[in-house]
């Protein structure tokens, strides 16, 4: 972990926290130039200095101490060198040393609750939910592993005007059918036959039937029930498709009530009011957030009203340090006004929300959209991503028995679509592509997962070897570009778990990938002298631990064959 010994020595030097100097970090583009730097533009602002001018004044400040051997400004950076040997000799036995727990760190106090995918029971989960779900998944398991307590929890948004357009559509045109196709999918259906047909008359027919929802009319509750019923049993089967595992599961049918109460108390304290129509209104000019409504004026629920009680029951039930909302960036403005209105109210927990907003997915073709039924389903795109990697796998072995077909193509199919997904930065908008994300070339899934592969491959030629009593010698640049990228890998944990970036370990997997097979291709490993040779061993052996952990982390597989 040098890099956080140089984060350490900078923190010192200047005002800025380690939080913010640990991403400033960069690695030069020359080993000539140092191991890393440190660009001092950041502070330009700050002390009305030139960048150059204060790399100079670092540089000088900075006293080297082990295993910070040299320190250099260059430009408007300062370059700290390191000492390479110790840098490998301590890290690699490190990571053989801690093997699935290397990257890890100390349990924490923390608590933070991920809410994710949060779904409409008016139709299936699609490519959209399947970004949430990969999201809401990797951001769990790397709190955990960077020594957070972290609670999975869900939202069914299981009431409200989208659900009823759907009851409406099978009320009218459904005929008493039962489900011939995957039950949420099924359901899905009606929802686009509704939009099909919209017209004025159906908006006012909808908004009638939620009123008589809400008023427990039993038709509607029973027709409500039936198509709940077949709406969860279908996200059932996708969860368990994508290893979703929730600590509990909240519904809207179940809170929105508790939601409306608290908008009352809040009309009654004065926090709201109520228009000219009746409707229940929150003012937030002076925030620039505009006027919103908490209460319909017939007196339904929208979203926000019970997205208010569950705020509060959420801190209730688990008494956590930050609640993390995982809904797309259409949501923005929802999560302000939300966040506003729970400050406004006096809520305690007002500032331990964070809405971990996301952009959009589009296909080849364009922007899927649900109402006109042009979204790529989430079974069915997993579905594809199989039937595509299984292609590919018997292309490159087609004497492959059918059962190590069906277990390559789960662990490269899953593997290529969840990579492809995660790599970006989740606001990022981007389009996905099945071929593109498949390739065992470029930056995928499959490439990383082939790296892994790669070295089990050459380690499964050697006989009697034992890593952890290698003799380590390095002096090839390529070799210690592994080196500092395994150093880097606790840090990367923890700076993903902290601003809940899993992008940052697929970038991370891509570029140790990367390194290992520019390093295999410049230096051999089994045809090297037996000193050599083991301690290249060790170090291949070190890479093949890292992917694994950081693939983990996102919930891929790192195959020992492709």
């Given at each position: 972990?040098?890099?956080?010994?140089?984060?350490?020595?900078?923190?010192?030097?200047?005002?800025?926290?380690?939080?913010?100097?640990?991403?400033?970090?960069?690695?030069?583009?020359?080993?000539?130039?140092?191991?890393?730097?440190?660009?001092?533009?950041?502070?330009?602002?700050?002390?009305?200095?030139?960048?150059?001018?204060?790399?100079?004044?670092?540089?000088?400040?900075?006293?080297?101490?082990?295993?910070?051997?040299?320190?250099?400004?260059?430009?408007?950076?300062?370059?700290?060198?390191?000492?390479?040997?110790?840098?490998?000799?301590?890290?690699?036995?490190?990571?053989?040393?801690?093997?699935?727990?290397?990257?890890?760190?100390?349990?924490?106090?923390?608590?933070?609750?991920?809410?994710?995918?949060?779904?409409?029971?008016?139709?299936?989960?699609?490519?959209?939910?399947?970004?949430?779900?990969?999201?809401?998944?990797?951001?769990?398991?790397?709190?955990?592993?960077?020594?957070?307590?972290?609670?999975?929890?869900?939202?069914?948004?299981?009431?409200?005007?989208?659900?009823?357009?759907?009851m409406l559509a099978y009320q009218k045109w459904g005929k008493g059918k039962k489900p011939d196709k995957k039950s949420d999918?099924?359901?899905?259906?009606?929802?686009?036959?509704?939009?099909?047909?919209?017209?004025?008359?159906?908006?006012?027919?909808?908004?009638?039937?939620?009123?008589?929802?809400?008023?427990?009319?039993?038709?509607?509750?029973?027709?409500?029930?039936?198509?709940?019923?077949?709406?969860?049993?279908?996200?059932?089967?996708?969860?368990?498709?994508?290893?979703?595992?929730?600590?509990?599961?909240?519904?809207?049918?179940?809170?929105?009530?508790?939601?409306?109460?608290?908008?009352?108390?809040?009309?009654?304290?004065?926090?709201?009011?109520?228009?000219?129509?009746?409707?229940?209104?929150?003012?937030?000019?002076?925030?620039?957030?505009?006027?919103?409504a908490l209460l319909r004026k017939d007196g339904t629920g929208l979203y926000i009203t019970q997205d208010l009680y569950l705020?509060?029951?959420?801190?209730?039930?688990?008494?956590?340090?930050?609640?993390?909302?995982?809904?797309?960036?259409?949501?923005?403005?929802?999560?302000?006004?939300?966040?506003?209105?729970?400050?406004?109210?006096?809520?305690?927990?007002?500032?331990?929300?964070?809405?971990?907003?996301?952009?959009?997915?589009?296909?080849?073709?364009?922007?899927?959209?649900?109402?006109?039924?042009?979204?790529?389903?989430?079974?069915?795109?997993?579905?594809?991503?199989?039937?595509?990697?299984?292609?590919?796998?018997?292309?490159?072995?087609p004497n492959l028995g059918k059962k190590e077909i069906e277990k390559r193509k789960n662990i490269i199919g899953m593997g290529?679509?969840?990579?492809?997904?995660?790599?970006?930065?989740?606001?990022?908008?981007?389009?996905?592509?099945?071929?593109?994300?498949?390739?065992?070339?470029?930056?995928?899934?499959?490439?990383?997962?082939?790296?892994?592969?790669?070295?089990?491959?050459?380690?499964?030629?050697?006989?009697?070897?034992?890593?952890?009593?290698?003799?380590?010698?390095?002096?090839?640049?390529?070799?210690?570009?592994?080196?500092?990228?395994?150093?880097?890998?606790?840090?990367?944990?923890?700076?993903?778990?902290?601003?809940?970036?899993?992008?940052?370990?697929?970038?991370?997997?891509?570029?140790?990938?990367?390194?290992?097979?520019?390093?295999?291709?410049?230096?051999?490993?089994?045809?090297?002298?037996?000193?050599?040779?083991?301690?290249?061993?060790?170090?291949?052996?070190?890479?093949?631990?890292?992917?694994?952990?950081?693939?983990?982390?996102?919930?891929?597989?790192?195959?020992?064959?492709?």
């Amino acid at each position: 972990m040098f890099k956080v010994d140089v984060v350490n020595a900078l923190a010192k030097a200047t005002k800025l926290s380690k939080k913010d100097i640990f991403p400033l970090i960069e690695v030069p583009p020359s080993d000539k130039m140092g191991d890393y730097a440190f660009p001092c533009f950041v502070l330009a602002k700050k002390e009305k200095k030139i960048p150059k001018d204060i790399a100079v004044e670092l540089a000088k400040k900075i006293k080297t101490r082990s295993p910070i051997t040299e320190i250099k400004a260059e430009g408007p950076y300062v370059n700290f060198f390191v000492d390479k040997n110790k840098l490998a000799e301590e890290n690699i036995k490190e990571v053989i040393k801690c093997s699935a727990c290397y990257g890890s760190w100390p349990v924490k106090k923390q608590k933070v609750m991920v809410e994710y995918p949060a779904p409409n029971t008016n139709k299936p989960l699609h490519l959209g939910h399947a970004r949430n779900i990969l999201l809401g998944n990797a951001i769990c398991s790397i709190l955990a592993f960077a020594g957070y307590q972290a609670t999975p929890v869900d939202l069914v948004n299981d009431r409200g005007i989208h659900i009823c357009k759907s009851m409406l559509a099978y009320q009218k045109w459904g005929k008493g059918k039962k489900p011939d196709k995957k039950s949420d999918h099924f359901v899905g259906d009606y929802y686009v036959l509704y939009n099909e047909k919209f017209n004025h008359k159906l908006e006012k027919e909808t908004q009638e039937m939620l009123k008589r929802w809400e008023e427990n009319d039993k038709e509607v509750v029973a027709l409500w029930k039936k198509m709940r019923k077949w709406t969860l049993d279908g996200f059932k089967q996708t969860y368990a498709l994508f290893d979703v595992h929730h600590k509990k599961t909240y519904y809207e049918s179940e809170i929105y009530q508790h939601g409306k109460d608290i908008v009352a108390e809040g009309l009654k304290k004065g926090v709201f009011y109520k228009d000219e129509d009746g409707a229940v209104m929150v003012d937030l000019e002076n925030e620039g957030l505009g006027k919103k409504a908490l209460l319909r004026k017939d007196g339904t629920g929208l979203y926000i009203t019970q997205d208010l009680y569950l705020a509060k029951v959420k801190f209730k039930d688990f008494k956590m340090d930050k609640s993390v909302y995982v809904v797309g960036n259409e949501q923005i403005y929802h999560f302000k006004v939300l966040f506003k209105v729970i400050e406004m109210l006096g809520f305690p927990f007002a500032k331990n929300c964070y809405h971990l907003a996301y952009g959009m997915i589009n296909l080849p073709e364009g922007r899927m959209k649900s109402r006109e039924g042009t979204v790529v389903d989430a079974d069915d795109i997993v579905e594809e991503m199989k039937r595509v990697a299984e292609k590919e796998i018997k292309k490159r072995h087609p004497n492959l028995g059918k059962k190590e077909i069906e277990k390559r193509k789960n662990i490269i199919g899953m593997g290529a679509l969840k990579f492809f997904i995660l790599k970006y930065d989740p606001m990022k908008d981007f389009t996905y592509n099945p071929e593109e994300s498949i390739s065992f070339e470029g930056e995928t899934g499959p490439y990383v997962q082939y790296a892994h592969a790669r070295i089990c491959s050459i380690l499964r030629k050697v006989k009697k070897f034992k890593p952890e009593k290698a003799k380590l010698s390095f002096k090839e640049p390529s070799e210690f570009r592994i080196i500092k990228l395994l150093a880097d890998f606790p840090g990367i944990v923890g700076e993903a778990a902290e601003n809940y970036k899993p992008s940052l370990v697929a970038r991370y997997a891509l570029e140790l990938a990367q390194a290992f097979n520019e390093f295999y291709h410049e230096c051999p490993v089994l045809k090297a002298d037996e000193k050599t040779r083991d301690a290249r061993l060790a170090l291949i052996f070190s890479v093949k631990l890292v992917l694994r952990n950081a693939l983990d982390l996102l919930g891929i597989g790192a195959p020992e064959e492709m």
